[in-house]
């Protein structure tokens, strides 16, 4: 089973930039599509952006269209989530989960089959 650990959260101000990393381990990375989803205080999970590793295609939320920017690297077996013009509805903690290639587009939570821990992201006004 694949593991996830996430890494790169923090405190910015509004207008800031963060990165975000995700490492797996395992050996089929290339046949992953790695999703990055975040749940705000008080409210339900939702995705944010997916990659499929395979060939790099991605997808994003339309919320974070345009500011959001996730990429992966085989050879490190990490993906990572650039985040920029943040806003204080950025804020709540992020995870990068395994889901299936099926699920790719929509990047849906229902797809997901396993979790790292998060991070916390938290957008100051």
């Known amino acids: 089973e694949v593991q996830l650990v996430e890494s790169g959260g923090g405190l910015v101000q509004a207008g800031g930039s963060l990165t975000l990393s995700c490492t797996a381990s395992?050996?089929?990375?290339?046949?992953?599509?790695i999703g990055w989803f975040r749940q705000a205080p008080g409210q339900e999970r939702q995705g944010v952006s997916c990659?499929?590793?395979?060939?790099?295609?991605?997808y994003y939320e339309d919320v974070v269209k345009g500011r959001f920017t996730v990429t992966s690297n085989s050879a490190k077996n990490t993906v990572a989530l650039q985040m920029d013009s943040l806003r204080p509805e950025d804020t709540g903690v992020y995870y990068c989960?395994?889901?299936?290639?099926?699920?790719?587009?929509?990047?849906?939570?229902?797809?997901?089959?396993?979790w790292g821990k998060g991070t916390l992201v938290t957008v100051s006004p």
């Open positions: 395992g050996s089929k990375f290339d046949a992953y599509v």
């Open positions: 989960a395994v889901v299936n290639r099926r699920d790719f587009y929509g990047c849906r939570l229902s797809g997901v089959n396993s």
């Open positions: 990659i499929r590793t395979s060939d790099g295609n991605t």
